[in-house]
């Protein structure tokens, strides 16, 4: 395989466009356009999403609750209304006449229970969520905003069946511990990856979240669309589309951290503030809409050596062709300095690094240039072209060692949708990337990966469909053995009734190492790690099946169990310590179950969210629980609400983690001190106006009761923090 | 439904009592202490001029050369040597009576030579130091016996008699007794 042979992929692509596309220049199309609003107060309802069931085009409501579909075929159809925290509608006999601007104004109904929604990660396009064959949990920007989330992974710590230990995402269990570098989760940013070349990891900080529509976590094996790293699923961020109308958002936090619980723990007599603020202007300059955003934040840190500062530049454009042709443009720059608390010097001190970490500290600067470019060419093919350039540079111990990295990692891609017939719809693309790294730790290394595939959706009843694909990929990683790679997967969805679905899936997926993971050449704290040129892709075969119920008005269920086999696993292993090595350790199973469950009482003034999750993650080599791996995650959030006044409790419950690196605990004093987690986080959040100005004011208190807990061995998760959050749109 | 509810408020009630605890905390600081307790008694006339009077415990015993070396030990702060009372404090004794109780605080350690010391002269002039008592087991005073203590006990019944009409031999000034 080599880049010839992907350009004739491509131009093969492109054929099939063109082609497609020129059966449609006959055909006469109609307009369905109107506004969206609120049942209860007649307010436009921006951000809503519209469907035409049964075909592949939709749109969302503009600012002021606008919307308008283009080509559609004349003929009758089902229009497909949703948002979060409105009932769906489907709006039915919705008749489309060639050549004409068909008017359709559409009330939504408040809903007690938010189900229902479009999704659209799953399958590369846009379905609502009966249609779907895996579990998708959402996060809204609501959420956001009351949480005052700096960076996304504050939201992700409230979703059914995610744990994080620190900032590497756990979906189901599938991830434990991997000394930041490789990640079972693979990040996107409206669907274009959003992985480090170098190390592979998750970078949160470079997601800004006040541009943040929702987030879309699919759990379970995804590689038969996404390829490597989507193995325990994908968190995918979806930004907010750009306004009509001139908007300046700004959004001003404050807060510091409260004294350690234990007197014992108090290590500074000064307070620790945390602090930031944001401000983004839009603007639409005949077809062109553009954002321009800048933030600053900053967070003392509430142990000795881990402040952190970043600035965060970000703009986006996007540019309408013609009402089907768009063409969508980010650029993101950050540039943090952090300090780095790597483990405490023991549970009597444990706000304190040892003496030899003082100083320690990481700059790092990240940039990203990314486009995607979306045809409508008909009502049943569709084109996209993404692609990403995702720079890196990083430096630690700055003063001392001067380790540096740089990486540049692009991906670009080429997807369509093509529904041939009624009753199958094909989604299909070619993606390469190339990674880039240079390093005082990882060398010089290049990594190549190209990929295609394909994915027929194939409606056999009204409420049975059949999702069948697969995913070819070939990689080659510096000196490492090239890999080909063939990812499966077969997808049930049913729904017999409105209220009730089903689901089955089951899919290979893998994950190749990353540089940092076959390259690290480094000392770090008394560790020496080496590299390992043998490393293989990680490989795992998942199955889940699942139910949807919604119980009454109030009350919706869904449950769902689940397994994976894994074989490869990569892990971090001292062979000779101190020498520790990146190693094909073992083999694992991971079954499950999860249920959750959204409530609502009071006419909505009270609504209740649960989810537990039991893990049974064992090393099939070892026959014992896999590292870094709790078997209970039990979460609870409510909001209760009244006149312009919410207040919010959630609680997160994670059992302790069994089971951890023996040798990597020789370095750490008192490593064995861990136990279960229990965290209350509350906020009070209000709308109200002020000298005609519309502000939203949230006050946070994190880790309300002080509980003290590790996410990662010596580490002292935050203590109690309270935060005052102001934001206006104007 | 009302009891739906009903039942998600205790849960939740629940986790958030639970939740009341605050997980991990510093190590207690617990005082262990452990050492040797026992009983000097006294026999014959207490020497008139007796300025200092105390207890000692040595790791080392072979290495004695004079009470100086002792001393200077003692003075150094090492913990070869451990003296009681402390030198900041009063003296054994000087009251003169029959016998007199003590619980001595010492680190966990091997003690081969436990006695008492005393002196008509300043704390620091070692010229003037005598021992005149030792601990020995099975005997009076002589053969020093080593006592063991462990972490978190005191060791009993380390009894050690004063007879100033028969003093134990001085282990400084013949290198037979040492061993």
Known sequence: ?730 | MKVIMKNLLIILLFFLIISCDHGLAPPPKVKIEQGIAGTIYYKGKFPDSLKEHRLFAAKMFRKFRSMNEIMSLILSGSDSIQIYPSILQSPLSLTKEDSIKYKFVLPPALYRYIAVAQTSGGIFDSSKWQIVGVYSRDTVNWPPSQVLVGTGYFVDSVNITVDYNNPPPQPFDTSERER
């Open chain 1, 1 to 730: 395989m080599n880049f010839i042979n992907i350009q004739n992929q491509f131009k093969i692509l492109i054929s099939l466009v063109i082609f497609v596309a020129s059966l449609s220049f006959a055909q006469q199309y109609g307009i369905l356009k109107g506004t969206v609003t609120n049942q209860e107060n007649k307010q436009p309802l921006p951000s809503a999403n519209l469907l035409i069931k049964g075909t592949l085009i939709g749109t969302t409501t503009d600012f002021n609750g606008n919307y308008s579909i283009q080509k559609i075929r004349p003929g009758k159809y089902i229009l497909v209304v949703s948002m979060i925290g409105f009932r769906k509608e489907e709006i039915k006999e919705v008749i489309i006449e060639a050549g004409k601007e068909n008017v359709l104004d559409i009330n939504l109904e408040p809903a007690a229970v938010q189900v229902g929604q479009v999704v659209i990660t799953a399958g590369k396009r846009e379905q609502s969520f009966a249609e779907v064959s895996a579990t998708v949990s959402v996060i809204d920007p609501q959420t956001f905003q009351r949480r005052n989330a700096i960076t996304i992974d504050d939201a992700l710590r409230q979703v059914s069946g995610v744990s994080l230990i620190e900032s590497q995402v756990s979906i189901r269990g599938s991830s434990g511990y991997s000394k930041g570098v490789g990640s079972r989760t693979l990040m996107l940013v409206d669907g274009i990856p959003l992985l480090t070349g170098d190390t592979g990891e998750l970078v949160f900080e470079s997601v800004p979240t006040f541009n943040v529509d929702r987030i879309e976590i699919l759990k379970g094996a995804a590689s038969a669309l996404y390829g490597s790293g989507a193995m325990g699923g994908i968190v995918n961020v979806l930004t907010k589309e750009i306004l009509d109308v001139p908007t300046t958002y700004v959004r001003l936090y404050g807060g510091f951290y409260d004294q350690p619980y234990y007197p014992e723990w108090k290590w500074s007599s000064e307070t620790q503030f945390i602090d930031g603020f944001y401000i983004a202007h839009s603007q639409k300059f005949a077809d062109l809409k553009t954002l321009f955003a800048v933030s600053r934040t900053e967070d003392d840190g509430y142990r000795q050596n881990s402040r952190w500062q970043r600035w965060n530049l970000y703009s986006r454009s996007q540019y309408q062709f013609t009402p089907s042709k768009n063409l969508k443009l980010a650029l993101n720059y950050l540039e943090q300095r952090r300090n780095n608390f790597l483990y405490w010097r023991n549970l009597d001190s444990a706000l304190i690094p040892p003496a030899d970490q003082l100083g320690d500290r990481v700059i790092s600067k990240r940039f990203s240039a990314s486009s995607l470019f979306t045809n409508i060419v008909t009502d049943r093919f569709t084109y996209s072209i993404k692609g990403i350039w995702y720079h890196t540079d990083w430096r630690n111990d700055v003063e001392v060692m001067g380790d540096r990295s740089i990486s540049n990692f692009m991906d670009a891609e080429v997807q369509f949708n093509y529904q041939i017939f009624s009753d199958h719809i094909f989604t299909g693309g070619v993606q390469a990337n190339y990674n880039r790294v240079r390093s005082d730790i990882f060398g010089r290394r290049t990594g190549i990966n190209t990929a295609f595939y394909l994915q027929d959706e194939y409606k056999m009843l009204d409420d049975l469909r059949f999702t069948v694909g697969t995913r070819f990929d070939y990689s080659k990683l510096d000196s490492l053995k090239s890999q080909f790679q063939i990812n499966p997967k077969l997808g049930v969805a049913f729904s017999n009734d409105p209220l009730t679905s089903f689901r089955f899936s089951v899919g290979r997926a893998f994950r190749s190492p990353s540089v940092g993971e076959a390259f690290t050449s480094t000392t770090a704290s008394g560790i020496t790690v080496i590299p390992n040129p043998n490393l293989k892709p990680e490989k795992s075969w998942s199955f889940e099946t699942g139910i949807n119920q919604t119980v009454s008005e109030n009350i919706n269920v869904d449950a769902s169990i689940f397994q994976s086999e894994y074989d490869n696993l990569i892990e971090a292993k001292f062979v000779t310590p101190p020498k520790a090595q990146f190693i094909n350790v073992t083999r694992a199973r991971i079954q499950g179950l999860e249920v959750s469950a959204k409530t609502s009482f009071f006419e909505k003034y009270f609504l209740m969210n649960l989810s537990y999750t039991y893990l049974k993650p064992m090393d099939r080599v070892e026959n014992d629980i896999l590292r870094f791996r709790s078997k209970h995650l039990f979460y609870v959030n409510t909001v209760m609400s009244y006149w312009n006044m919410e207040l919010g409790i959630d609680f997160r419950y994670i059992s302790r983690i069994e089971r951890i690196d023996k040798e990597f605990a020789l370095y750490i004093v008192d490593a064995e001190k861990r136990v279960p987690t229990y965290v209350v986080d509350t906020y009070i959040s209000s709308i109200f106006k002020f000298g005609g100005v519309p502000l939203r004011t949230s006050f946070l208190i994190k880790n309300l009761l002080q509980y003290n807990y590790v996410e990662l061995i010596g580490n002292i998760a935050p203590i109690r923090s309270f935060t005052l959050s102001i934001e206006t749109t104007i």
